[in-house]
């Protein structure tokens, strides 16, 4: 496996022999450390010397269920530090089979020229976007299919990226070709777009998956991940109701995000519910599939493609985040207003947590509202008309808070938070908190930790484990749900790592990396200025007590600070 590196400056482009502090890591590990190496901590996020980075996990290339993930990564332009932001469908799976360890693009052009990169098994092709540019995700996937062939997997940017706005993310194909699996955190489709890359179209399939070692352990290794896996009970929940089935967990905790996280229950959550999802597609029929896979191999499929009445795909997914922050969080009850919403905010290559979360913040200032889904439809129009106000919200909760002089902005280091209302999950607050990537439940959900959730005490210690647990996982290219099996069977990431490479680790591997991929993350954002006053949750979240429970976050500070100690 191989470092492809791209410098758009003077268009060239070379191979190199992965360093030896590299060859240990994969996708969020992988990336940590080539910005600690190679980027300067303090630069400008949208500037030359930050650089975009593609890593495929330690994991990906063999179809393993839930483990061909892609992770993307550069100096954040929404929090100023570091971000990875991992996504399923098929680019990570076909840079590995052009044998590449990372991508990663430096510099930018001299021009004003939009570019294609087309990735082969000869090289990188410098192509011109040409008319692709300005047009709409789909509009844009569609038209790039055609040009490349319905093969090759596509990373590209909608508008939002190409306007620089700070929440855009980087959306990928899916296994069927359908541009939905997004980069979406971080703004790092902003950072696509000060390079001028539209799109990166990646056509591996001529090339093939990466060595196996042992072919017989790591076979063996992988049906007894795999028998874990499918046994595991949340995979049935997850398969039959998508990730929309921890709705009605969420608002029985207290912890939905309602109104601008003014409250934690909404009236109408079993509407929004995965069971009345699973039940409308069911009956809708046609193209609606309430259980589809996003990436090769998977066996969970938690993910769906949301139909209309007359089953007409309206959006493929629509996730429990989405439904969260642009459905109770502004107030909204119907499925299909938030399917619309969701189509709207994919096609302009947005972040649905931090667009909702902006909308929610426009809302409390009278620009849109509550549970009025024509207002936001409008809000997003202005996104495309790309408007003084739509540049805003395209930027995010945070920048759209202080503008509008809203204070409950639910955000921390400058990424909104999802779906979780951490006075009521305060595991998943300390997360939010502490964690290096700003406010992600990805990178340590506590929600099904067995303790009080509203209890301030012993939460430093369960998020400290989930972000560990997940920054290990996000190294190995494994979805969150692949940790169901991986924690009923923990000795077969030993097992398939050793086979993979030839390695000998042990079982505590999980763990190592996790804690490797922190350190690294960490000391990044401290050369770039962060302290401990960074991981502080909003302090109206502090004050503010939630409904129904009338809690608010009161985990000790001096507890979280020491929170990666040791």
């Given at each position: 496996m191989e470092v492809w590196r791209i410098n758009l400056h003077e268009r060239s482009f070379s191979r190199e022999a992965t360093p030896a502090a590299w060859q240990r890591l994969g996708g969020r590990g992988l990336l940590a450390r080539i910005l600690l190496d190679e980027v300067p901590p303090t630069c400008d996020p949208l500037g030359s010397r930050n650089k975009l980075i593609f890593a495929p996990g330690l994991l990906?290339?063999?179809?393993?269920?839930?483990?061909?993930?892609?992770?993307?990564?550069?100096?954040?332009?929404?929090?100023?530090?570091?971000?990875?932001?991992?996504?399923?469908?098929?680019?990570?799976?076909?840079?590995?089979?052009?044998?590449?360890?990372?991508?990663?693009?430096?510099?930018?052009?001299?021009?004003?020229?939009?570019?294609?990169?087309?990735?082969?098994?000869?090289?990188?092709?410098?192509?011109?976007?040409?008319?692709?540019?300005?047009?709409?995700?789909?509009?844009?996937?569609?038209?790039?299919?055609?040009?490349?062939?319905?093969r090759a997997a596509i990373a590209l940017i909608g508008p939002a990226g190409e306007m620089r706005l700070t929440a855009?993310?980087?959306?990928?194909?899916?296994?069927d070709g359908v541009p939905s699996r997004i980069n979406a955190r971080g703004g790092l489709g902003a950072v696509m777009g000060s390079k001028r890359i539209k799109a990166i179209v990646i056509d591996g399939l001529q090339g093939k998956a990466p060595p196996i070692q042992d072919e017989k352990a790591f076979r063996a290794a992988q049906r007894e991940f795999t028998k874990a896996l499918m046994a595991h009970p949340q995979t049935a929940t997850y398969r039959d109701?998508?990730?929309?089935?921890?709705?009605?967990?969420c608002n029985?905790?207290?912890?939905?995000?309602?109104?601008?996280?003014?409250?934690?229950?909404?009236?109408?959550?079993?509407?929004?519910?995965?069971?009345n999802l699973r039940s409308i597609l069911l009956e809708r029929g046609g193209k609606a599939d309430p259980s589809h896979a996003c990436m090769v191999g998977c066996g969970i499929r938690c993910s769906n493609v949301y139909a209309d009445q007359n089953g007409e795909v309206i959006v493929s997914p629509i996730e429990y985040e989405t439904i969260g922050l642009m459905g109770s969080n502004l107030g909204i009850g119907s499925l299909d207003e938030i399917a619309r919403l969701n189509y709207k905010v994919n096609d302009l290559g947005l972040d649905s947590i931090d667009t909702g979360a902006a909308l929610g913040v426009a809302a409390e200032a009278g620009l849109m509202k509550f549970g009025d889904a024509q207002s936001a439809h409008r809000l997003l129009e202005e996104v495309e008309k790309a408007t003084p106000l739509g540049r805003l919200l395209g930027c995010g909760a945070a920048v759209?808070?202080?503008?509008?002089?809203?204070?409950?902005?639910?955000?921390?280091?400058?990424?909104?938070?999802?779906?979780?209302?951490p006075r009521a999950i305060k595991g998943t607050g300390v997360t939010y908190a502490t964690s290096p990537q700003g406010a992600d439940h990805t990178a340590g959900l506590t929600i099904r930790a067995k303790i009080n959730h509203l209890d301030p005490q012993g939460q430093v210690e369960v998020s400290r484990t989930a972000q560990?647990?997940?920054?290990?996982?996000?190294?190995?290219?494994?979805?969150?749900?692949?940790?169901?099996?991986?924690?009923?069977a923990p000795h077969t990431i030993r097992d398939l790592l050793?086979?993979?490479?030839?390695?000998?680790?042990?079982?505590?591997?999980?763990?190592?990396?996790?804690?490797?991929?922190?350190?690294?993350?960490?000391?990044?954002?401290?050369?770039?200025?962060?302290?401990?006053?960074?991981?502080?949750l909003p302090e109206w979240m502090c004050e503010e007590a939630l409904p129904p429970n009338r809690c608010v976050f009161d985990v000790d500070e001096r507890e979280m600070d020491g929170l990666f100690d040791g």
């Open positions: 990906v290339g063999h179809k393993l269920s839930s483990c061909d993930r892609i992770s993307a990564g550069a100096k954040s332009p929404l929090t100023g530090g570091v971000k990875e932001s991992n996504a399923g469908g098929s680019t990570g799976l076909q840079l590995t089979y052009l044998g590449i360890k990372a991508l990663i693009i430096e510099g930018q052009p001299s021009g004003e020229d939009w570019l294609i990169l087309r990735l082969d098994s000869q090289g990188v092709h410098f192509e011109p976007a040409g008319d692709v540019v300005g047009k709409g995700i789909y509009a844009s996937a569609e038209e790039l299919r055609r040009r490349y062939g319905t855009a993310g980087i959306v990928n194909l899916d296994k109701f998508s990730t929309a089935g921890i709705v009605h967990m029985l905790f207290g912890a939905l995000p309602t109104r601008n996280f003014s409250q934690g229950q909404f009236e109408l959550a079993e509407q929004i519910s995965g069971e759209t808070g202080k503008v509008l002089g809203v204070r409950r902005v639910p955000a921390v280091k400058g990424q909104a938070i999802s779906a979780y209302d560990i647990n997940m920054a290990g996982y996000d190294t190995l290219g494994a979805c969150i749900f692949a940790g169901f099996g991986f924690a009923a050793n086979a993979r490479y030839g390695w000998n680790v042990d079982e505590t591997i999980l763990q190592q990396l996790g804690k490797e991929t922190l350190q690294l993350e960490r000391e990044f954002n401290r050369r770039a200025g962060f302290t401990s006053a960074h991981d502080r």
